[in-house]
T-cell receptor
């Protein structure tokens, strides 16, 4: 089935640093979603993107729907300790079911105070 | 508060035993999903339901069963045929319409372990 390549797999940064992560696919997607999961909890939606080139912010988080429709990026500015968690990208392939999402394997973020 | 409630938070299964994980939502969503999460892995779809009394197999349905008798509820049974059930199970729901179209919202998860 469809696969999303999410990178990096993990990041260890100092508080205050900016963070970038991305997801790529071999095929076109028409929806990109970014979730954050904290230990022992379910994923929580951060940002939803629906149009190629779309740039959306949520506080210190900014995500972009790649112009090729095959990738998406998430940036976190001025990281703080509570940013720790696993960040997942998810997408709906063009022509795919309205009900099924494809998920990346996640980026584990650790922030050193 | 609207949301998705999964219970129990922790569950232990003995060899040969069937166990059922509960998922209830009050978001009035038509679609519900079950995912399995293993360490370092993405989410793998077990079953999903687009509407009451209907459900489809996902990518790893073997050893699992579901029912959808009510819009609000989508219980997952892990049967004895599932030989490696230890994992974190996540339930989600979505609506095909409106501002939140096709966004899946998740419960807090159930961690299943084998005794």
């Amino acid at each position: 089935g469809q696969q999303l390549n999410q990178s990096p797999q993990s990041m260890f940064i100092q508080e205050g640093e900016d963070v970038s992560m991305n997801c790529t696919s071999s095929s076109i997607f028409n929806t990109w979603l970014w979730y954050k999961q904290e230990p022992g909890e379910g994923p929580v939606l951060l940002i939803a993107l629906y149009k190629a080139g779309e740039l959306t912010s949520n506080g210190r988080l900014t995500a972009q729907f790649g112009i090729t429709r095959k990738d998406s990026f998430l940036n976190i500015s001025a990281s703080i300790p509570s940013d720790v968690g696993i960040y997942f990208c998810a997408g709906r392939p063009f022509g795919g079911s309205n009900y099924k999402l494809t998920f990346g394997k996640g980026t584990l973020l650790t922030v050193n105070p | 508060d609207g949301g998705i409630t999964q219970s129990p938070k922790y569950l232990f299964r003995k060899e040969g035993q069937n166990v059922t994980l509960s998922c209830e939502q009050n978001l009035n969503h038509d679609a519900m999903y079950w995912y399995r999460q293993d360490p370092g892995q993405g989410l793998r779809l077990i079953y999903y339901s687009q509407i009451v009394n209907d459900f489809q197999k996902g990518d790893i349905a073997e050893g699992y069963s579901v029912s959808r008798e009510k819009k609000e509820s989508f219980p997952l049974t892990v049967t004895s045929a599932q030989k490696n059930p230890t994992a974190f199970y996540l339930c989600a729901s979505s609506t095909p319409e409106g501002q939140d179209k096709n966004i899946q919202y998740f419960g807090a998860g159930t961690r299943l372990s084998v005794l």
